[in-house]
């Protein structure tokens, strides 16, 4: 609906590899996707498949020491994977912001809350102690945190789960920027919770327009919260599609898989993931369709390396057989 | 700073060390039954008849029961009469008070070296983990935690004092005597005694910051868009400064014990020489007066440090 809007984010191709005592690895392998303005996008996919790694890559968050970063990563024209440490920060925080799965161990203990939304303020605007601190009232406000004022004076540990992340969206947004990577922001939370963040990060999403990267292993999510969705495997994308179309007809197995293990009401807690087997580790990824070990409808030709196919205008899916398989949706 | 929650939690920690402040002066005292032979008879002297020895027991009033001897020992103790030294008839708490500063001042100098070198370096090394200034620091502290004392002691003494003639060799001046002098007397002892405690602070703080600063909460940080300099000064310090404390403690306390044997290598006259001095000679009153003052200073530290736990980390109040 909007592939008429100029892409705000543009990353290409990018390979995410990481030294360890065996060597070399390689975590992602041409990963690149496009994200519009005011777009949600999800990024799913199981544990290990690489949405973390890419998400911390974007701001250049990964370890320095240990990692190597192929591709580009284009924002307002330019290659964030180029710039200066210093041109970096003024991205940071101010034009692409992010929040992460555990919002107890994510945030600093030793300083309340008003001081932690305060110094991203302070390191982006030039603004006094007292301006900040009445602005972090005000952001916690907009996260609907009650009694923001007393809320403000308070340290991580004294808030709830949910109050903290609330919290860490507060200081994600404090700067308004353009785009808010969410890397499992409820996985940590419980159930109810987690709709109530959802649910928020959706609003706020909407009101403001900013761009939402939604990282989570939980389809369900994505299926509520955003418009585009980006199936990650074994540090490859398989699948990019609208999320209404993938949830009608999904184009890889992989992503048909994951639409027919969300967990729904409707049926008995019994039912199990619909996928068996395991992600295979970077360390040794099979030639070919990194999904054939698992998938039930591979063939011989599947050993060749697979492309991400166009599907139509604006979907792709990393399987050969996606024109002639009729994969299984959530409504089937 | 001495908000009624600070208040009530030394309330609680005053209780908490009640019993075991009387626990150890009751070891404190009993040592003097555990050591063998006749205080009486050695304090008579070699030649003395049995009837001087008798006499002996009755005026130090050695001829009571324990218990009571004890009491009567705690109850004095409590009001601040330590006894005499059975050697030189002098107040115990008289020489305690005077000697007191001599060691405290060796301590407070090695304290403040191992802070002072221990830290900066400790800083370096936490922020390029692997490099090779962080090899350096990290084998040189363990060479630090693992010379002993006496040798650096004695290896400082031979270089500096005796070769180059830098530093007295042995003695000490009190501090009325003027700052220069008393710190010139300090600073070999001083320094033999920091060897260990730099190491020490360098170690602790080098892998609790390094902890600190890969932690999840730093991460967060470098995605608000700071810089390495802020998160390291502000966030990175302010978290380890807890350990830190923790470590400065565990320092003091062993200092405080090292002073004995450094204070013999020096022939400084603090109360470590003093104890050992007492020790040889079996003069209880002393001994007992010098472990009584260590101990209470340790304790009296420790709820110090507790108490400032709860201005670092606010976490702690809360509990
Ligand atoms: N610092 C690191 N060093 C080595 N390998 C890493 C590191 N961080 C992540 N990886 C590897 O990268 C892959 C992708 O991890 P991640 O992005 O965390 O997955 P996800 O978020 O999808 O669960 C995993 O195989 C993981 O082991
Ligand atoms: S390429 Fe073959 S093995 Fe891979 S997902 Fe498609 S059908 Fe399955
Ligand atoms: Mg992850």
């Not at chain 1, 994600?172 to 990060?201: K, R």
């Not at chain 2, 209470?296 to 980390?313: A, F």
């Amino acid at each position: 609906m909007t592939a008429d809007k100029q892409p705000l984010l543009d990353v290409r191709g990018l390979g995410i590899f990481f030294r360890t005592e065996a060597g070399e690895v390689q975590a992602t392998r041409d990963v690149s996707f496009q994200l519009r303005p005011g777009e949600r996008l999800g990024i799913v996919g199981e544990s290990g498949c690489g949405k973390t790694v890419t998400g911390l890559s974007i701001l250049g968050l990964l370890p320095r020491a240990q990692s190597r970063v192929e591709g580009q990563v284009l924002f307002e024209g330019r290659d964030l994977l180029t710039l200066s440490p210093r041109q970096l920060r003024a991205v940071r925080g101010r034009r692409i912001s992010m929040i992460f799965q555990e919002p107890m161990s994510a945030l600093d203990p030793v300083f309340t809350i008003g001081q932690q939304i305060g110094e991203t303020l302070r390191a982006h605007r030039g603004i006094g102690k007292k301006e900040a601190r009445e602005r972090a009232v005000e952001a916690l406000a907009q996260v609907g945190i009650p009694l923001p004022s007393r809320r403000v004076d308070e340290y991580p540990h004294q808030l709830s789960g949910g109050m903290r992340q609330r919290a860490m969206i507060a200081i994600a947004l404090v700067c308004e920027p353009q785009i808010l990577i969410a890397d499992e922001p409820t996985t940590a939370l419980d159930v109810t919770i987690q709709a109530q963040i959802i649910d928020l990060l959706f609003d706020l999403s909407a009101r403001t327009g900013t761009a939402l990267l939604f990282i989570t292993h939980d389809l369900g999510v994505i299926a509520e919260t955003c418009t585009r969705m980006l199936t990650m495997y074994a540090g490859e994308v398989v699948e990019d599609s609208p999320v209404d179309a993938a949830l009608e007809r999904p184009r890889h197995p992989y992503t048909s898989g994951l639409l027919r293990s969300i967990p729904r009401l409707s049926k008995r807690k019994t039912v199990l993931p619909s996928i068996a087997g395991r992600v295979p580790s970077p360390a040794d990824m099979p030639t070919g369709c990194r999904f054939r070990a698992r998938c039930v409808h591979g063939l011989a030709e599947c050993e060749a390396r697979q492309d991400l196919l166009d599907v139509s205008l604006d979907r792709r899916a990393r399987c050969m057989r996606q024109a002639e398989l009729t994969l299984p949706g959530a409504i089937a | 700073m001495l908000t009624k929650d600070r208040l009530r939690l030394v309330g609680r920690r005053l209780v908490q060390i009640a019993p075991v402040i009387l626990l150890a002066t009751f070891v404190v005292f009993g040592l003097q039954q555990l050591v063998p032979g006749d205080i009486a008879a050695t304090l008579a002297g070699e030649s003395a008849t049995d009837a001087r020895i008798a006499e002996i027991r009755k005026l130090y009033g050695l001829d009571r029961p324990f218990l009571v001897q004890y009491g009567s020992w705690l109850w004095g103790a409590l009001h601040g009469d330590l006894g005499k030294s059975l050697l030189s008839g002098e107040v115990v708490l008289d020489s305690i008070l005077r000697r007191f500063p001599t060691s405290l001042l060796i301590v407070g100098c090695a304290l403040t070296l191992s802070l002072s070198i221990g830290i900066p370096l400790g800083i370096l090394a936490a922020v390029r983990p692997g490099s090779r200034i962080d090899a350096t620091v990290t084998s040189v502290a363990s060479l630090g935690v693992a010379l002993p004392n006496f040798w650096l002691a004695m290896l400082l003494v031979a270089t500096f004092a005796l070769n180059w003639n830098f530093f007295p060799a042995t003695g000490a001046k009190p501090l009325s005597a003027g700052i220069g002098p008393a710190l010139l007397h300090a600073a070999l002892p001083a320094i033999a005694l920091a060897a260990g405690g730099i190491a020490e602070v360098a170690r602790q703080l080098r892998s609790s910051l390094v902890e600190v600063l890969s932690s999840q909460y730093v991460r967060t940080l470098h995605a608000k868009g700071l810089s390495p300099a802020a998160i390291l000064w502000k966030h990175g310090l302010k978290n380890v400064s807890v350990n830190l404390l923790t470590v400065i403690g565990l320092i003091f306390n062993r200092l405080l014990g090292a002073t004995v044997v450094i204070e013999a290598v020096f022939a400084i006259p603090g109360i470590g020489s003093m104890v050992v001095h007492a020790a040889i000679h079996k003069d209880f009153p002393v001994i007992q007066g010098v472990v009584l003052a260590l101990v209470l200073i340790v304790i009296s530290l420790n709820l110090l440090i507790d108490v400032l736990y709860t201005v670092l980390d606010p976490r702690v109040s809360q509990k």
